[in-house]
């Protein structure tokens, strides 16, 4: 039994063949414990996964702001949140920030959104790997998070993102929240997604 | 010993603590047999994969256009690539193009592009959970694509994708090619991608 057997509430991705454990089991819960906290030495393997994606000619469009709970950037980027995601993001153990570099001495990154997307991802599987849940948002205020952190002109923040230890979905504290936290996850089909021959035509 | 032990070349991440196996192991390899297939069933696996990525409110803007060696999709991708990566990737078990949805009936999908770089890195971490590799590339002629396929003006092509068996770096036909294979990979410092309290201040 793995950690995420036991997870308070396992939402595993209902697949037609079995997906690697770490795949499978993300999901990303609003519910989280906030006397559980992350390591240090989590947060860091978590940032050495994004470290390590890949990207167009290896240009690392991706950066971090971090921090984790009681230290002055945890609620700096909390301050950033729309009140939606305040509500609930404040019993993160860490809170970061998804920020895409959009220019090097070459002139504009190509790609540099999809490559902080390739970043992020390996981030949270790696808190997956770790035993914790990391939770993405676009619901942020982009300008006060420039404003706050001394971006400069050529960085883009592009998602805000909560990590911490899941907890009972009862724990939230609105009854909307505990409902959505429960609905099963839903995705396209896959013929719907994956296409042979020609645009729209089912791969399987 | 895993799969990745005894891969013909092992570039694991250099980390400052022990990342997930699939993470570490995952590099782009351009060394490929062509004597390994890809199965239906693993290349079903790395769709459900990306099918399952988060995304913006849900929007999913992901597709994949996915042809097997053999298949004529296979050749029409092959085709739309610059001849740098003609040279290795048709011996790829399978070839992809990872193609962003930018519209829906709301309007333009926010983040699109981080949204396929989400899917795109499970994907190809599947890949490797599979006992195979990927090598996304941008390297490809996006307009090509569009009429080989017959893609809607509202779909944008970002990266195509080799998948396939790893192979020995001496397999490739191309000297320069084969020390390219060998080189070490190189990231940026932990500390110049991961900030806390302003933008420029290392985390870690």
């Given amino acids: 039994m793995t950690e995420q057997d036991i997870a308070p509430l396992a939402k595993r991705a209902e697949t037609s063949t079995p997906l ?12 989280l414990d906030p006397d ?3 390591t240090e030495r989590q947060l860091r393997a978590l940032l050495e996964a994004a470290r390590w994606a890949p990207s ?28 939606g995601n305040r509500n609930w993001a404040h019993r993160a153990g860490a809170l970061l920030l998804a920020v895409a570099v959009t220019r090097n001495d ?4 190509p790609l540099y959104e999809y490559g902080v997307g390739l970043a992020s991802q390996n981030l949270v599987l790696q808190a997956v790997a770790e035993g914790l849940v ?8 982009a300008d ?5 952190f001394g971006l400069p002109e050529h960085a883009q ?22 409902q959505r936290e429960r609905q ?10 994956a296409f042979t021959n020609t645009w729209g035509e089912p791969a399987f």
Avoid at 20 to 30: D, G, L, Q, T, Y
Avoid at 67 to 83: A, K, N, V, Y
Avoid at 144 to 148: N, Q, T, V
Avoid at 184 to 193: D, K, V
């Fill in 134 to 141: 990391a939770h993405q948002m676009a619901g942020f205020d």
């Fill in 184 to 193: 099963p996850r839903s995705r396209h089909a896959l013929g719907e997604i």
């Fill in 36 to 38: 559980t906290e992350v």
């Fill in 106 to 109: 070459k002139g504009e990154i």
């Fill in 20 to 31: 690697h454990e770490v795949i499978a089991a993300r999901w990303s819960p609003r519910a």
């Fill in 56 to 83: 167009r000619g290896n240009t690392q469009p991706a950066r971090y702001l971090v921090g984790r709970r009681g230290e002055p950037t945890f609620d700096r980027i909390l301050g950033t949140l729309e009140r």
């Fill in 144 to 148: 006060a998070a420039r404003r706050e």
């Fill in 157 to 178: 923040p592009l998602a805000a993102i909560a990590v911490g230890a899941q907890a009972e979905p009862e724990s939230l504290d609105d009854d909307r929240l505990v």
